[in-house]
């Protein structure tokens, strides 16, 4: 069952994304301004297997428009980027789904907040396609 609710979350971002994308687009091709905001770096850890000994270093570069986020994050001594596309709502709760190859690989769930100096913090819980195995993670945006 939790896994089907992992299903349907994904495919309702999905849907969310691309009709940001189609209107977005549409602002584009009409020339009127658009609120791009430029990528935002944070580094920060997430616990390995779960086990919240095994911290490893984590990379994203998010842009975040609105109520829309994309994006893409690296583990550590990986040189793979891997895509994120997701929305933030107002009570600035985060979703963004990890897309591979085509292919959705996984789900980041969790808060943005305030971490003084106007950079942002952004922590929660990892999980894969099949719901097992949750990572936690915490960021924090650099400049």
Excluded at 53 to 73: A, D, E, H, N, W
Excluded at 83 to 88: A, K, Q, T
Aim: charge should be positive; hydrophobic fraction near 35%.
């Amino acid at each position: 069952m939790k896994s089907c609710f992992i299903y349907l979350t994904c495919s309702i971002l999905l849907l969310i994304c691309c009709i940001e994308k189609k209107s977005a687009s549409l602002i584009e091709t009409t020339g009127r301004a658009r609120d791009a905001s430029k990528p935002r770096f944070f580094i920060g850890r997430i616990a390995e297997h779960g086990d919240h000994s095994l911290l490893r270093p984590l990379k994203m570069k998010l842009q975040i428009t609105s109520s829309f986020v994309k994006g893409s994050y690296s583990r550590a001594n990986s040189g793979t980027e891997v895509d994120l596309v997701g929305s933030v709502n107002r009570e600035n709760e985060l979703v963004m789904i990890e897309l591979a190859n085509g292919k959705t690989t996984g789900t980041f769930m969790g808060i943005l907040e305030n971490g003084g100096n106007r950079l942002l913090k952004l922590s929660g819980v990892w999980t894969g396609v099949n719901g097992r195995n949750p990572y936690q993670f915490s960021v924090a945006e650099v400049r």
